[in-house]
C-alpha cells in the first residue's frame, strides 16, 4: 500500500528566510505527487503537482518542488519566506491513475518576525 | 461559482445521534471524496463517488455511510455518533478519471464535528 512520511511536524523559519519542507513517499508504480497548504480554518489549496517529464515543478505562491524517484522524495522549497505563508503544508500521492490521494500527516510552518 | 460548498460548517452531536453532512459542487465535478482530518495524520479518505448513482469505500469507511443520488451532492452519514468520530471533515471534487493539468481536487472549506 501507499504512503507518505512528512517527517518534520513543525518547522519555523524567519521572514525572508529560505524553506523546504521534506516528503517521501512509498508507491510501486509511477507516482503522482502534490503539495496542499492549508490556511487556518480553511479548506485545502493546490500549491504545485508533479505528472511527468520536468522533476522540478513551479507552483503558486513562489514555491517549487523537485522529485527525486532516486530517493522517493518530493520536497518543497521557497527561497524567500513571508509572513503570510504561515500554514499547515501537506504532501500526497495520487494512486489509481491520480483518482485516489494518500496524504501526509501535514507539516505546520510558523514564520517568525 | 462557489466551488465546493459544505454544509453545516460546525456541529455538535451527543453520542448515539445520527447527522448528515452535505456536500454540494456546481463544476459538473464527475469524482466527490469525503475525507476526515485528524490532528498528525493528514487526510483519510471515507468514501468516494466517481458518478451518480455510485460510492466506494475508502481508507476508514466504518460507521459511516454516503449516497450521491445527483450528481452535484455528496452525501455523508453518521448513524450512530462516537467520539472517535470528533474530527474535521472535508469534502472535495474532480473533473474526471485520470490525471491531467487541470484535473485536480477542488476542496470544501471543511466541517467540524464534535461528538459529546
Known amino acids: 500500500a501507499q504512503s507518505v512520511t512528512q517527517p518534520d511536524i513543525h518547522i519555523t523559519v524567519s521572514e525572508g528566510a529560505s524553506l523546504e519542507l521534506r516528503c517521501n513517499y512509498s508507491?510501486?508504480?509511477?507516482?503522482?505527487l502534490f503539495w496542499y497548504v492549508q490556511s487556518p480554518g480553511q479548506g485545502l489549496q493546490l500549491l504545485l503537482k508533479?505528472?511527468?517529464?520536468?522533476?522540478l515543478v513551479q507552483g503558486i505562491k513562489g514555491f517549487e518542488a523537485e522529485f527525486k524517484r532516486s530517493q522517493s522524495s518530493f520536497n518543497l522549497r521557497k527561497p524567500s519566506v513571508h509572513w503570510s505563508d504561515a500554514a499547515e503544508y501537506f504532501c500526497a500521492v495520487g494512486v489509481n491513475a491520480g483518482n485516489m490521494l494518500t496524504f501526509g500527516g501535514g507539516t505546520r510552518l510558523m514564520v517568525k518576525p | 461559482n462557489a466551488g465546493v460548498t459544505q454544509t453545516p460548517k460546525f456541529r455538535v452531536l451527543k453520542t448515539g445521534q445520527s447527522m448528515t453532512l452535505l456536500c454540494a459542487q456546481d463544476m459538473n465535478h464527475e469524482y466527490m471524496y469525503w475525507y476526515r482530518q485528524d490532528p498528525g495524520m493528514g487526510l483519510r479518505l471515507i468514501h468516494y463517488?466517481?458518478?451518480?448513482?455510485t460510492t466506494a469505500k475508502g481508507e476508514v469507511p466504518d460507521g459511516y455511510n454516503v449516497s450521491r443520488l445527483k450528481k452535484q451532492n455528496f452525501l455523508l452519514g453518521l448513524e450512530s455518533a462516537a467520539p472517535s468520530q470528533t474530527s474535521v471533515y472535508f469534502c472535495?471534487?474532480?473533473w474526471g478519471r485520470g490525471p491531467s493539468g487541470a484535473n485536480v481536487l477542488t476542496f470544501g472549506a471543511g466541517s467540524r464535528l464534535t461528538v459529546l
Open positions: 472535495a471534487s474532480k
Open positions: 463517488s466517481v458518478g451518480e448513482g
Open positions: 508533479y505528472f511527468s517529464g520536468d522533476t
Open positions: 508507491y510501486g508504480a509511477t507516482p503522482y
